[in-house]
């Protein structure tokens, strides 16, 4: 679900840092109290054409979209449907306003760390949903003072939770020979900044991660041309050879030198020399497989049309002219755009799943 500007997600955190765990039962039964009961008033059902774990998308029988929030089910229930991509379901649940509504108050508390009380819970129920209201209004920056406190009230619980890893297991992602030297100040940057972080000095902790990578980034090099040309597989003619290295060399060189505005026009330049080769190595779908992309059926006459455009789009691209293949694009889009209009997906929340002659009520 996009956002024009970021959300200060408190579980974001908790993903940070790794963190997990199972709630107490005071917290569970916190969300028993506030967990309003899922009507059910939507029978669904149809064939899954999408899933990303808790979220699914099906076709009905009907021929409607609609994309079903998994959120009321445990993780191991979810793992246990097993739902893949062409399996039959049947749902029963709430149609919602807005795929906001996905994310109560109830699942939020469900990520929530052990050790949030009663008492704090309350006080975030009335700040989560005064954020949520204030995000259905696209009001971010009052939303933003709003997580913040959110943020202020878990963000010790988290780092109460907090089991970092070791710094020879976080270390060894970096595949670089680092020097005696350097590898002890890592350690000691690190072990610094776990310090500060679980002190919640965020700001001091902030600066000993900062110097740490300041000392990583220094180890990372650049693949010179040819090792990039190596690493896509793609083979350049003699003629063009030696001028597109000379784009390639050339922005790295305005990167080093911190003139963004010379780097961005070389690397645009890169692109656009380097564009038939990328196509030559992954060509276009046909027009068969690009129109399969889409769960839906157009007319024969739009069928026509869009055949037509594509058809022209493969042969603008072939012949170099890509400064007329965005707007025909447009072209073919705009063909679409009704079908697309037709089949937004419809967002509901669901209390029961019925999959492969099994029942999972949430």
């Known amino acids: 679900m996009s956002r024009k500007k970021q959300r200060m997600f408190v579980v974001a955190i ?25 009507q059910i008033g939507q029978i669904v059902k149809g064939t899954v054409v999408e899933n990303w774990n808790n979220e699914i998308i099906i076709k009905s029988d009907e021929g409607k979209r609609y994309h ?31 795929f906001a509504d996905f994310y109560d108050f109830a699942y939020f508390v469900k990520n929530l760390p052990p050790g949030v009380t009663v008492d704090e819970i309350k006080k975030l129920e009335v700040l989560y949903n005064k954020a949520m209201a204030l995000e259905k209004e696209e009001l971010w920056e009052e939303s933003g003072e709003i997580w913040m406190k959110i943020n202020q009230i878990t963000n010790p619980h988290y780092l ?29 940057l690190y072990n610094q900044w776990i310090s500060l972080s679980k002190s919640g000095e965020e700001k001091e902790s902030g600066a000993k991660i900062d110097q740490f990578y300041e000392i990583v980034n220094k180890y990372y090099v650049e693949p010179t041309f040819d090792e990039y040309i190596v690493d896509v597989g793609i083979t350049i003619s003699k003629v063009d050879y030696p001028v597109i290295k000379k784009l390639y060399e050339a922005a790295r060189q305005a990167n080093i030198d911190g ?28 027009f068969e497989e690009q129109m399969a992309y889409y769960d839906f059926e157009v007319t024969k006459e739009d069928l026509s049309k869009l055949r037509k455009i594509y058809k022209g789009i493969i042969n603008l691209e072939q012949k170099g002219k890509y400064e007329q293949v965005d707007s025909q694009w447009e072209s073919f889009y705009s063909i679409l755009e009704p079908y697309f209009a037709l089949n937004v997906s419809i967002p509901l929340r669901a209390s029961q799943v019925i999959t492969r002659g099994k029942t999972f009520q949430g």
């Open 14 to 38: 908790a993903l940070a840092l790794g963190l997990g765990g199972v709630m107490p039962s005071y917290t569970s039964a916190a969300v028993g109290e506030i967990e309003s009961h899922v």
């Open 68 to 98: 079903v929030g998994l959120h009321t089910f445990s993780e191991e229930q979810i793992q246990a449907m097993n739902i893949s991509i062409g399996a039959s379901v049947q749902i029963e649940g709430e149609i919602l306003e807005s």
């Open 160 to 188: 109460a939770n907090w089991e970092p890893e070791s710094f020879d297991v976080y270390i060894s992602m970096f595949e670089y020979k680092f020097t005696t030297d350097d590898l002890l100040r890592l350690e000691e």
């Open 259 to 286: 003139d963004e505005q010379l780097e961005m026009d070389k690397w645009q330049a890169f692109d656009f020399a380097m564009r038939p080769y990328y196509r030559a190595a992954y060509p276009m779908p046909i």
